[in-house]
């Protein structure tokens, strides 16, 4: 069975970083780009960027609202994907889901998500 | 970046009624559109990938339709277990872009 599991949220300062982690098992981790999309409270979805797989460069696309401040990597020998984020400020308060891209490009559509991990950015 | 306008942004509808949400792309993105569902409190769910294509497991009252800049998602037949919000989402190009999504709920 597939599954990402999000851990690392929480309360932070404006200002201050957060590290999200995601943990996926059940399928070849290595072989799939993996995304993060962000929901802020009572708001629609909203994507933050994902990392190709090694065999596609292993690089990372970013939305403009996070590029500079937030980071995606990847460790496959673990199975795990980080979402580092610098800088946080309010409007960064959201919870965060870590996503398995599919598909022709690599991130045609997501087919599994995280259950979500909620960060709030407040002082 | 390619905006993505979902109407209308709520509805409700009794059990047994054909829904249909509309999903228009700023600009042409071929038939490379997504709907997702998202019960309260719970992770989005893939339902239709490509414009038209049904994920595996999922019920065939939910269909999709379109290509180039118009798309439509329709439940033939609501069910309770169907009130959630569904959200359209374009891959033609980076960043990848969401409607706003549609609240449907239960008349």
């Known amino acids: 069975e597939v599954q990402l599991v999000e851990s690392g949220g929480g309360l932070v300062q404006p200002g201050r970083s957060l590290r999200l982690s995601c943990s996926g098992s059940?399928?070849?981790?290595?072989?799939?780009?993996l995304s993060w999309v962000r929901q802020a409270p009572g708001k629609g979805l909203d994507w933050v960027g994902f990392i190709r797989s090694k065999a596609f460069g292993g690089t990372p696309e970013y939305a403009a609202s996070v590029q500079g401040r937030f980071t995606i990597s990847r460790d496959d020998s673990q199975s795990i994907v980080s979402l580092q984020m610098n800088g946080l400020k309010s409007e960064d308060t959201a919870v965060y889901y870590c996503?398995?891209?599919?598909?022709?490009?690599?991130?045609?559509?997501?087919?599994?998500w995280g259950q979500g991990s909620l960060v709030t950015v407040s002082s | 970046d390619i905006h993505m306008t979902q109407s209308p942004s709520s509805l409700s509808a009794s059990v047994g009624d054909r829904v249909t949400i509309t999903c228009q792309a700023s600009h042409d993105i071929n038939k490379y559109l997504n709907w997702y569902q998202q019960r309260p409190g719970k992770a989005p769910k893939l339902l239709i990938y490509?414009?038209?294509n049904l994920e595996t497991g999922v019920p065939s009252r939910f269909s999709g339709s379109g290509s180039g800049t118009d798309f439509t998602f329709t439940i033939s037949s609501l069910q309770p277990e169907d009130i959630a919000t569904y959200y359209c989402?374009?891959?033609?190009?980076?960043?990848?872009?969401f409607g706003g999504g549609t609240k449907v709920e239960i008349k």
């Open positions: 996503t398995r891209g599919v598909g022709h490009s690599g991130y045609d559509f997501f087919d599994y």
């Open positions: 989402q374009q891959y033609d190009d980076l960043p990848l872009t």
């Open positions: 490509d414009a038209s």
């Open positions: 059940g399928f070849t981790f290595g072989d799939y780009f």
